[in-house]
């Protein structure tokens, strides 16, 4: 069965970069939801959408936007680096419509350098 | 979202039933309790969830008290695949699921 596909699933950036992190949801899931987890730490959510539109917010940071796209597929952009923002993001889909349970990517592992 | 409380560790023997024990006593009418597992920094898995009834799936049974303060996690026949990070978590079913420190379950040959 189809996951939920992450790419890149390394990048390593230098501090004032910019990242941008794409997320594919598993077919017909039509929520997204966005994860960070550091070093030794449980994942905390970012953010998410539904049908496109922004639904949920958490401990995003302003350097840090998000969008979900026509196809459902989204992306993270982070933009001017830090140390630590280094951590793995993680993607999980879901179907509000049909509800089912949140599905997780295997994660982008970000290094800022 | 309702808070949780897990052990921090366990042990468990390969081939015995393990029981994760969570407590949610802040939880509300409408929110379900979730359990997922991430097993070395790899995306989190999806194990089970339920509302008040016991529930069992081809993974684990998940046991809920009746006054849904606590429930416990079954995993029938641990594997030494099955250690890793588990985690209790209750929300409503909007899926923003809010990750508290899970219990790190070792399975030993």
């Known amino acids: 069965a189809a996951g939920v596909i992450q790419s890149p699933r390394h990048l390593i950036k230098e501090k004032r970069e910019t990242a941008t992190l794409k997320c594919y949801p598993i077919?017909?899931?039509?929520?997204v939801y966005w994860y960070q987890q550091g070093p030794g730490q449980d994942p905390q959510f970012l953010i998410s959408?539904?049908?496109?539109?922004?639904?949920d917010k958490g401990s995003i940071p302003d350097r840090f936007s998000a969008q979900q796209f026509s196809d459902y597929h989204s992306e993270l952009n982070m933009s001017s680096l830090e140390l630590g923002d280094s951590a793995l993001y993680f993607c999980a889909s879901s179907s509000f419509t049909v509800n089912t349970e949140a599905f997780f990517g295997q994660g982008t592992r970000l290094t800022v350098v | 979202d309702a808070k949780t409380t897990q052990p921090p560790s366990m042990d468990c023997a390969e081939g015995r039933a393990a029981n994760l024990p969570c407590n949610h006593s802040?939880?509300?009418?409408?929110?379900?309790v979730y359990w997922y597992r991430q097993i070395h920094s790899q995306g989190p898995q999806y194990i089970i969830h339920g509302l008040k009834n016991n529930e069992t799936n081809e993974m684990a049974s998940l046991i809920i008290t009746e006054d849904r303060k606590s429930s416990t996690l079954i995993l029938p026949h641990a594997t030494l695949r099955d250690t890793a990070v588990y985690y209790c978590?209750?929300?409503?079913?909007?899926?923003?699921?809010?990750f508290g420190a899970g219990t790190t379950v070792t399975v030993r040959a």
């Open positions: 077919p017909r899931h039509d929520t």
């Open positions: 978590i209750v929300g409503s079913n909007d899926y923003k699921l809010s």
């Open positions: 802040t939880i509300s009418g409408n929110e379900y």
């Open positions: 959408f539904y049908e496109k539109m922004q639904s």
